[in-house]
């Protein structure tokens, strides 16, 4: 049965059984890989996109139900990954296997698209939905605050030649040598 | 190395046909790249990891699969160093399984740090040799005169300078330096080795690129999945195959008969769609009549039985004797005793097993995320029949490894399944196939006795130790080691071992053996510590200074003692007590150990573990309420991997990461089994750690005249017994079973 929705500002038709999951009909219809499959029954967040400007769980939402709706997931939230919080996690070196990321990524957005300045308090909010099996969690905290100063600076014009080292030695508790 | 003894040529033969050399190997002779057709004119390829062309991009190639442990990052670092070229002008690719060029292409052990050091940067050493030769026969003058720097050769007598890009035809027609020859860089020289060095994949990752295995896409292909007996080793009685095949999308559906191999081809139903959801959507209609064989007695609850029954009785065998424990026990002014238990444990990497196959003519295309491809070639070589060198495999990035995919079952699977058909599939499992088909982490009971003297000196430990296997083996990742700490630190000293056979397929986790033994070892020592009165920090440092002459007395470990690649656990021959202080004293000063009263309900632990070449000790602050609710307030980590961390960048995220996994471990993870399946199923009951749950975590270095070692592991064990040790100096709560959802931690 054709549903239609816009995905990444493109309106897309699909044919497919109506209870396909939005996640599968975005990896193997539309082919946007971005979107990952980590549980299916929405406890892991690796399938979070964004559907009318929220993020919700891709995995288990029947594609049926998005018909009409505004689907935005990673290959879409910037047009050349300079997103603030794509910028913020490249800067300060979150990922380490990387495949959650793209999950986190959409929640975090979301997050400062609503919440400037977030707070540790909304931070625990908005992202304790994503699961991180390597544990980036201490590094996405911080690249989440980093983002919403990059975001700011974007809004007040300011270039951004921000992206030295300083800031990632300052990731370091401690001086590395003896 | 042998390799002195033959010319370069001659050995370059030799090792290509035996795939066998250890660093020379990776050279290919001029003469052989040039029958390749590899250097163009204007390239230059000294060796299989390094092209130079003229755009000035220097393209290395990464030979180990990558799981998130940044080591395709960092090999190339090692190479770029010594070649003396900016980072910024290296770019990187990920080389396919090819054991003929390159070594050890596996993700285990944490061994790509030791075994690389010197190999690496030895063969961006004997690059940049072949440049300076180059420019030197360009200008006419001695090589000991030229220098490099920038990306160029250098002469500065004459204020002569030639970029390697000018260079690259005439350095082709170098013969390359045999590599334990080529001069190393000074450390003091080093630019990139040290510098923290962001993930190479890092702007791919967060803009979604399809760079995983799950995300390959071959033309024409279809999607598989495959359904296995819930009790391990079940065979297929009879299918409604018919009924399958009619559904949407479905193309092919049958039975793989598979083997006996619980790490292997174990038998299921395959069915094979036009879209991944159809075949899962399919396998919700599949009725499977199965034959679960005899392991469908096993349970969790019947193993402890059994462990218990075991316990009671003389142990099977010794695994190590000193003194007369006996004797000590008897004489000790103090003894305790204690049972301790570790369950089961899922990897749970968060992206579900997957391998994409092709076969054709004969051939088997395969892009699987593996973390020990040359393993699984063997696998599908020796399960299905065809040679090896019909099998290529491709390396996709993994999400997360964890020692998850170093067994090759879904690789086999996907083969058996391509094997079957005309087209192309993907197979990719569900999380609860995951999370019910895992090689997990085996559990362990240990039964303890210790004794301390009148002065309060640790001076008997006796460890029965029961575990699964048969006769005088251990299954996977199920052994002890006789060299494990604290033997040979203690003068009456026996580790015994009985074992029960086990019908479930285990493998290794992250700091194999070390994730359990460390919290048996690091718990009964603060017993003990307790017991003789003693600040635990100050009984340790005793401890380690009670060491007997290093040798091993005792006969050689288990065969499941060894981790793959020769990783150690936690006493291994070399460990070195000095640097085990070294990182103690460090930690205990970073976390102001022992100087502040902590009010109750507050409390610090303490525990140190020497794993995979690494030296680790670490502090837990804990704040426990009256009702029992654990907050973990905040945890310091000293670690000593020898004299450079070489991206520092990556470092302390392997430590958060290790840590972090270590602590989910310890507060509610747990596989059990009844009827001989798996409880679990997702991750509603297998919990991952979630933000919140992660507290602050400080990392400090030691740094040492040791030659470097790898991260991926050695950061974990110390922190589990760290922190049920802290949970006690809170609450007065001994932990000695995990995990600690499990307790009431009311006070």
Redesign the interface.
Known sequence: MPTTFTVNGKSTTVD??PD??LL?VL???L???????????A??G?CTVHLDGVAVRSCNRPVSEVAGGEVV???GLSAD?NHP??RA??EM?V????????GQ?MSASALLSRTARPTDQD??RA??G????????????QAIHRAAQMAAADANGASRRDED?SV??S????P??? | MEATQVTRRHFLQVSALAGGGLLLSSFESVGRLEAMGLPQASEFVPNAFIRLTPDGMVTIVAKNP?????VKTMLPMLIAEELDVEWSQVRIEQGDLDTTKFQAQSAGGSNATPTSWLPMRRVGAAGRAMLVSAAAQTWGVPESECTTGGGAVHHHASRRMLPYTQLLAKAATIAPPALDAVTLKEPKDFRII?R?T??V???A????????G??V?VPGML?AVYAKCPVFGGKVVSANLDEVQAL?GVKHAFVIEGTTNLSGLMPGVAIVAD????AQ?ARERLRVTWDEGPTVEQSSAGFARQAAQLASQPPQRGLRKDGDPDAALASAAKVVEAEYFYPFLAH?????QNTTAHYRDGKLELWSASQSPANGRRLVSQTLGIAEENITIHLP??????GRRLGNDYMVEAAAIAMKIPEPVKL?W??EDDTQHDLYRPAGFHYLKGGVDAAGKLVAWKNHFVSFGQGTSFVQAAGLGATEFPARYIDHYALDTSVMPLGVPTGFLRAPTSNGVAFVVQSFIDELAHAAGKDPVQFRYELLANHTPDAPSAPAGPPGAQTPGGGRQGGGPQFDHDRMRGVLELVVE?SGWGRTPLPKGTGMGVAFHFSHRGYFAEVVQVTVSQAGQLKIDKVWVAGDIGSH?IN???A???V??SV??GI?EALAQEITIERGRVTQD???NFP?????Q?P????????TDNPPTGLGEPALPPVIPALTNAIFAATGKRIRSLPLSKHNLAW
């Open positions: 497919v059984a396909t999951p599968w990896r193997d219809v082919d946007l890989k971005g979107t990952k499959y980590g549980c299916g029954i406890q892991c690796a997931t990673i290959e990954g919080v794509q996690w490249v070196d990922a380490q296997c990387g495949y959650c990321q793209a990524i931070i625990d992202m304790n994503n699961l991180c099996r390597c544990a980036t969690y201490l590094r996405i905290r080292t990632v030695k990731l370091f508790s401690s590395i040598g003896a | 990558e799981i998130g442990q940044g040290g923290p962001r993930n994949d890092a702007q990752i967060v803009t979604g690129k399809p760079i995983f799950i995300d896409t999607h949407p879209t991944w959801w159809q959507t749970a990497p968060l992206e579900p990035r993994m999400g997360g490894g964890f990719v569900t999380r970073k961390i520092p960048l990556n302390e995220n392997q958060h990461g972090l996994d989910a997702n991750f509603r991952l750690l979630r933000l919140v992660a602050p975590v400080e990392v400090h270095w030691r740094v």
